[in-house]
C-alpha cells in the first residue's frame, strides 16, 4: 500500500506468476459517526480524562461500556461515574492489530471487571511485570494526555493499583 | 416437521488463492458438482440459500444476487445468511428450516469464500475488526485471534492445560489432513516444531492458528419422500442447535463453569432433539471449529464428548484421533484442511455425509452412522450452530 494514492488509478497488470489478469482496487469510505446518546462518555473520555458508566434505576446494574437501557429490565439507564479501579480477569499479548492500537503492537490486553460493573471491559494493560498479571490483580484506569486524547477507547489503559 | 435429507455434496479443492477462478466460478463449481451427484437439474432446484460471511471480502453487498442470476436462477427466491464463522452452519439451518416446514422440497445451500483479493494479510484483519461492537472494542485494538485466547488461558489456569497439549490439536490436524485430497495444508508435523513457529498471540503460535482459504462447498436439501426417490444413501439431518452469546468479547470473562456458552447451549438443543444422552459413545464421528488449537480441546469439553479439564488428556491418549474412541475434524479442521470462512460451516457438513456414506477414503472412520458438525463465529463463539446427521 504505497502512499495516499487511489489504486483505481494504476494499471492493471498481467501477473506472470498468478496467471491472472490483476486490478488493483480499493474501498475507502470516510464516516463522521454519531456517538448518540452515549456522547458523554467519549466527551468525559477526551475533554476530562474521566471514565463514566450507566446505572439501570430498577435493578441497580452499573454498564461500562455504557449502555443506555438495561437489557433486563428495559429501563433507561442513569449517567454514574466509575471508581477507575477493578481487577484483571484474564489477559494475553497481541502481536498483530490493525486498529487504533497498530502502532503499539506487542501490546497487553486484558479483561478488567470494573468495581461496581456488571460486566468486564477490555484494554490495553501497560504492566511490565507478567508475573504480576494474575486473575484478581488490582488494576486501576489511566488516561493519555489531554492532548493526546481523541475520545476514543484507545484513550485510556490500565495499570497496577499499587494503593489499594 | 418434516425429515429432511442431504441428497447431495460437492466442495471445491481449498486452496489459500483461487486467483484463476472468479466468486461466481468457485460457487458453479460446487452447486453444479452437487447436482450431478443428485442427478438433479439446475431448473428442478427451487430455491437457494446462499452462506456469505463478509461483504468486505466478498467486494459486494448483495453477492447472492448476482451468484444466484448466473446460476440459473433468477425469479426463485435467494436468501443470504451472514453469522461470521458460523454462516454455513446457520445457511444450513435456514435451508432445513424451508423444506421441514413444507414450504419447499428441494433447496440448495451454498458457501462460497474468496477473501484473498484483500491486498495482504493486514487488509484482511482489518476488515475482520469490522464484525466487533462499534465504538468499545473496535476502537480498542480487539482482534478476532484475541477472542480466543482468553478462553486458552482459563483453561492453562484452572486443569493446568499446556501449550504442548495444544499443539498436539495441530500435529493431529494437519495430520489427519494428509488424507484429504481437498485439504490446504496436509503436514508431519512434531509437537516441538508447532511450539517453535512463530508467536501470533499468546497463547498460540502460527501453526496453532487456523488457515485461511478460499473456495465453495454446496449442499442439496430434499425432503423424505423426494430423497428416497433421488438416491439410495440419504444422510439425514436429526437436528440442528443454534445459540448466541455477548458480542462483545470481555463481558462474558470468568461468567459461569462453560468458557464457551453458546456452544454448550447449541449442543443442548441438539441433543435434546436428536435423543443424544452420552455423546462421547452415541456420535461417531465430529468436525469441530478449532479455529486454534486450544479451542478444539475446550470443544471437547463443552460439547460432552469428555469431562471438563479432562481434554487435553484424552486428545494425548488418542481418543479424537482417526481410529480413536471418537474422531474429531478427520478432514483436518480449519487448522489443517480449509478456513474459507463463508463455506467452513457448509464443508464441515460435506465432510460428516462423506463419513456416513463411507466415502471418506483414506480418512474413513469405520462403521460411521452418526456425526456430528459445529461451528461458531463472532467474538469467541458469540454464535455456535451444532448440527447432527445420521444415515438408517
Ligand atoms: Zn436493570
Known amino acids: ?164 | 416437521m418434516r425429515r429432511v435429507a442431504v441428497v447431495g455434496y460437492a466442495n471445491t479443492v481449498f486452496k489459500r488463492r483461487h486467483a484463476d477462478k472468479t466468486f461466481a466460478r468457485l460457487a458453479y463449481e460446487a452447486v453444479r458438482d452437487a447436482l450431478f451427484m443428485a442427478k438433479v437439474r439446475h431448473q428442478q432446484v427451487q430455491e437457494a440459500v446462499y452462506g456469505i460471511y463478509n461483504d468486505l471480502f466478498t467486494h459486494n453487498m448483495m453477492p447472492e444476487l448476482h451468484i444466484h442470476y448466473q446460476l440459473g436462477l433468477a425469479r426463485k427466491p435467494a436468501v443470504r445468511v451472514t453469522s461470521g464463522g458460523a454462516t454455513g452452519g446457520v445457511a444450513l439451518r435456514t435451508a432445513w428450516q424451508e423444506v421441514a416446514g413444507g414450504l419447499r422440497d428441494l433447496v440448495l445451500v451454498v458457501g462460497v469464500e474468496k477473501y484473498a483479493d484483500l491486498n495482504g494479510v493486514l487488509e484482511m484483519i482489518k476488515a475482520m475488526v469490522y464484525g466487533g461492537d462499534q465504538f468499545f472494542e473496535q476502537m480498542a485494538g480487539v482482534s478476532p485471534a484475541g477472542s480466543y485466547a482468553s478462553p486458552a488461558i482459563f483453561h492453562m489456569q484452572r486443569y493446568g492445560t499446556t501449550e504442548e497439549d495444544m499443539a498436539r490439536v495441530s500435529v493431529k490436524n494437519h495430520a489427519n489432513a494428509e488424507r484429504n485430497p481437498d485439504a490446504q495444508a496436509p503436514m508431519r508435523l512434531t509437537v516441538d516444531e508447532v511450539m517453535a513457529s512463530p508467536m501470533i498471540i499468546y497463547p498460540y503460535k502460527l501453526l496453532d492458528h487456523c488457515l485461511s482459504s478460499e473456495g465453495a462447498c454446496a449442499l442439496l436439501l430434499a425432503d423424505e419422500d423426494t430423497a428416497v426417490r433421488l438416491t439410495e444413501r440419504p444422510v439425514w439431518i436429526k437436528a440442528i442447535g443454534y445459540s448466541t452469546d455477548s458480542g462483545r468479547q470481555a463481558e462474558r470473562d470468568g461468567v459461569g463453569d462453560s468458557l464457551l456458552p453458546a456452544v454448550v447451549a447449541s449442543a443442548r438443543e441438539a441433543y435434546e432433539a436428536a435423543g443424544i444422552n452420552d455423546p462421547a459413545s452415541d456420535i461417531d464421528v465430529a468436525e469441530v471449529y478449532d479455529s486454534f488449537s486450544g479451542i478444539e480441546i475446550i470443544l471437547y469439553e463443552e460439547l460432552g464428548f469428555c469431562g471438563r479439564g479432562e481434554g487435553a488428556f484424552r486428545l494425548k491418549e488418542g481418543f479424537f484421533d482417526l481410529g480413536g474412541g471418537l474422531p474429531v475434524n478427520p478432514s483436518g479442521g480449519l487448522i489443517g484442511g480449509e478456513h474459507a470462512v463463508s463455506a467452513t460451516g457448509l464443508y464441515q457438513i460435506a465432510e460428516i455425509c462423506r463419513q456416513l456414506r463411507g466415502e471418506a477414503g483414506e480418512r474413513q472412520v469405520e462403521g460411521a452412522r452418526r456425526g456430528l458438525a459445529q461451528c461458531m463465529g463472532g467474538a469467541r463463539g458469540a454464535y455456535s450452530c451444532v448440527t447432527v446427521m445420521e444415515v438408517d
Not at chain 1, 124 to 139: D, I, K
Request: include cysteine.
Open chain 1, 1 to 164: 500500500m504505497g502512499g495516499n494514492e487511489d489504486p483505481r488509478m494504476q494499471p492493471g497488470i498481467w501477473s506472470e506468476k498468478e496467471g491472472v489478469f490483476i486490478l488493483p482496487d480499493e474501498w475507502k469510505l470516510s464516516y463522521q459517526v454519531s456517538c448518540g446518546e452515549l456522547s458523554p462518555f467519549f466527551r468525559a473520555l477526551k475533554e476530562e480524562g474521566r471514565l463514566l458508566g450507566m446505572r439501570c434505576p430498577s435493578c441497580g446494574a452499573v454498564y461500562c461500556p455504557p449502555r443506555s437501557w438495561c437489557h433486563d429490565c428495559y429501563a433507561d439507564t442513569d449517567w454514574v461515574e466509575m471508581a477507575g479501579t477493578g481487577t484483571l480477569t484474564a489477559w494475553t499479548t497481541v502481536y498483530f492489530a490493525a486498529s487504533d492500537l497498530v502502532e503499539k503492537v506487542p501490546f497487553r490486553q486484558g479483561g478488567v471487571h470494573l468495581d461496581g460493573a456488571r460486566y468486564p471491559i477490555i484494554g490495553r494493560l501497560e504492566v511490565e511485570e507478567e508475573e504480576r498479571l494474575v486473575s484478581g490483580a488490582r488494576l486501576r484506569v489511566a488516561f493519555k494526555p489531554q492532548e493526546e486524547r481523541r475520545g476514543r477507547v484507545s484513550d485510556y489503559y490500565f495499570v497496577l493499583d499499587e494503593v489499594s
